[in-house]
Antibody, heavy 120, light 108 residues
Framework: QLQLQESGPGLLKPSETLSLNCTVPLDSVKYYCAWVRQTPGKGLEWIGGIFYSGTTFYNPSLKSRVSMSVDTSKTHFSLRLKSVTAADTAVYYC???????????????WGQGTLVTVSS | SYVLTQAPSVSVAPGGAATFTCGGDNIEAQSVHWYQQRPGQAPLLVIFYDRGRPSGIPDRFSGSKSGNTATLTISRVEAGDEAAYYCQVWDDTSDHVVFGGGTQLTVL
């Protein structure tokens, strides 16, 4: 069973930069890693995603603050969200975004998620 | 931007059928995927491409689509099905993922 694992600081102060990593298995070539967040008690919000080649798609509502990258081993995908506020407090998930027939489709599997709290 | 609309909540007695709807403009042209999220857990794919069922998902879960509505149906509901259910599409026109707001299933 494919496993994804998010990692990164759980507590940030307002105006800091959120940095999270998602580790995927070595044999997951042509991987498309998406980031999704969920504020407490609310629904799912797509942040964006990055292909192993570096191609990205971002949610327009977050685009000005978001950047994503992938390392040369293609096993570590990173999310950066700058100038965080309390509204960015959420559980952040990484997930494999399947490409089927040349089209991005569903998310499977998901990481367990990591809670990031923004508080002064 | 594309919007998916879900009812906030559904309640059903054990053994009954739960129906979740996901409304969107011309959703017939979209591929709809469904996720189950139990409290404290990550979402789990239960239906892909409108009606496909991943390995390990019971055949009590089924999906369909008609007009401007996609539907997830759980038959013979069990207590363990209590969760939030989300629909999702990839909107080609904007190159964005869209999630519905989610529907909370309560098993009475």
């Amino acid at each position: 069973q494919l496993q994804l694992q998010e990692s990164g600081p759980g507590l940030l102060k307002p105006s800091e930069t959120l940095s999270l990593n998602c580790t995927v298995p070595l044999d997951s070539v042509k991987y498309y890693c998406a980031w999704v967040r969920q504020t407490p008690g609310k629904g799912l919000e797509w942040i964006g995603g990055i292909f192993y080649s570096g191609t990205t798609f971002y949610n327009p509502s977050l685009k000005s603050r978001v950047s994503m990258s992938v390392d040369t081993s293609k096993t570590h995908f990173s999310l950066r969200l700058k100038s965080v506020t309390a509204a960015d407090t959420a559980v952040y998930y990484c997930a494999r975004h399947l490409i089927v027939g040349g089209r991005l489709s569903w998310f499977d599997p998901w990481g367990q998620g990591t809670l990031v709290t923004v508080s002064s | 931007s594309y919007v998916l609309t879900q009812a906030p909540s559904v309640s059903v007695a054990p053994g009954g059928a739960a129906t979740f709807t996901c409304g969107g403009d011309n959703i017939e042209a979209q591929s709809v995927h469904w996720y189950q999220q139990r409290p404290g857990q990550a979402p789990l794919l239960v239906i892909f491409y409108d009606r496909g069922r991943p390995s390990g998902i019971p055949d009590r879960f089924s999906g369909s689509k008609s007009g401007n509505t996609a539907t997830l149906t759980i038959s013979r509901v069990e207590a363990g099905d209590e969760a939030a259910y989300y629909c999702q599409v990839w909107d080609d026109t904007s190159d964005h993922v869209v999630f519905g707001g989610g529907t909370q299933l309560t098993v009475l």
